[in-house]
């Protein structure tokens, strides 16, 4: 609706020129006064969301050494023992 307000108010006036009054009446839809206390918060709110974001991207990205390091060495134990097998039970042992 605040679209076709202002081009309302754009087409009243002469030769298309919207003026000022005109513009500030078809965007306000109404209200007597700017939400500048409720774009502050919602300004907070969203810096809130970007700096928990912030930390634990940093903190993720602190990890990824550790996490290589540890990739490295499982990759060099799997390569260093190809034929190693796993113990098989024997059923018909007796004690």
Request: proline share 4%; net charge positive; glycine share 6%.
């Amino acid at each position: 609706m605040g679209y076709v307000a202002i081009q309302q108010a754009a087409e009243t006036n002469t030769g298309g020129q919207m003026i000022f009054a005109d513009f500030i009446s078809a965007v306000m839809n109404g209200r007597t006064e700017l939400p500048v206390s409720y774009r502050q918060k919602e300004q907070k709110a969203f810096a809130a969301g970007r700096y928990k974001l912030c930390d634990e991207y940093y903190s993720l990205k602190d990890e990824i050494p550790n996490m290589e390091a540890i990739r490295r060495s499982i990759k060099g134990l799997m390569k260093d023992e190809p034929n190693r097998t796993q113990p098989t039970h024997r059923q018909d042992v007796t004690l």
